[in-house]
């Protein structure tokens, strides 16, 4: 079972800048994808940001590319996702997700098995 325990959420205004951290036990597999999701009320949870634990390799989605940047720290068992520029439909409960790194890792709920109780992120304009 893995655990993943997210922390950092908080609200600020427009143009502002959050980090989120993850702190999970998915390293003790090889390898795994590790995502950030998000979910604003009314609507779908959609992918944000993933990266490998192994490679290092990120995918970000359109919507946040340039602004928001995920990293890991190996020693700690964390992800991080930094968000800069922040905007107010940036406004969400972000989630994190675990599966295993089978060599892609893909932005697609359907793909994690592991969720995070989630973090909220109010950004007001």
């Known amino acids: 079972q893995v655990r993943l325990a997210e922390s950092g959420g908080d609200s600020v205004q427009a143009g502002g800048s959050l980090r989120l951290s993850c702190a999970t036990s998915?390293?003790?597999?090889?390898?795994?994808?590790m995502a950030w999701f998000r979910q604003a009320p009314g609507k779908e949870r959609e992918g944000v940001a993933v990266?490998?634990?192994?490679?290092?390799?990120?995918r970000y989605a359109d919507s946040v590319r340039g602004r928001f940047t995920m990293s890991r720290d190996n020693a700690k068992n964390t992800v991080y996702l930094h968000m800069n520029s922040l905007k107010p439909e940036d406004t969400a409960m972000y989630y994190c997700a675990a599966a295993r790194d089978y060599g892609v890792c893909y932005l697609a709920r359907s793909y994690y098995g592991s969720w995070g109780q989630g973090t909220q992120v109010t950004v007001s304009s």
């Open positions: 990266i490998s634990t192994g490679t290092g390799t990120t």
């Open positions: 998915a390293y003790g597999i090889s390898s795994a994808c």
